[in-house]
């Protein structure tokens, strides 16, 4: 099993900058990808971005430029850096962790809020 933990959320004016940070714990070396997702209110859960065991990184349209994804040195770590938020990115982001032989594993989420 692995455990996802996300941190970093919070309330910001647009603008502003936040680093989102996903701890996994467990059998950490099952896992060949790990992705950042987010759900508005009223919304479907899309895809923000993603990155390999290998190092890369994807990241959907509106993201693109504004937010940077990777993981730290001893690869339970993985961060997303979230450069000029405005409010159309406010919504609850969730950790997701993909495995050899097993199904997908998600965080508990944390909230970023951006005010106009």
């Known amino acids: 099993q692995v455990h996802l933990v996300e941190s970093g959320g919070g309330l910001v004016q647009a603008g502003e900058s936040l680093r989102l940070s996903c701890v996994a714990s467990g059998s950490i070396f099952s896992i060949y990808a790990m992705a950042w997702y987010r759900q508005a209110p009223g919304k479907q859960r899309e895809l923000v971005a993603h990155?390999?065991?290998?190092?890369?990184?994807n990241f959907t349209d509106p993201v693109k430029g504004r937010i940077t994804i990777s993981r730290d040195a001893a690869k339970i770590t993985v961060n997303l850096q979230m450069n000029s938020l405005k409010p159309e990115d406010t919504a609850g982001y969730y950790c997701n962790a993909k495995c050899h032989g097993a199904n997908d594993y998600w965080g508990q989420g944390t909230q970023v809020t951006v005010s106009s």
């Open positions: 990155i390999t065991s290998g190092g890369i990184t």
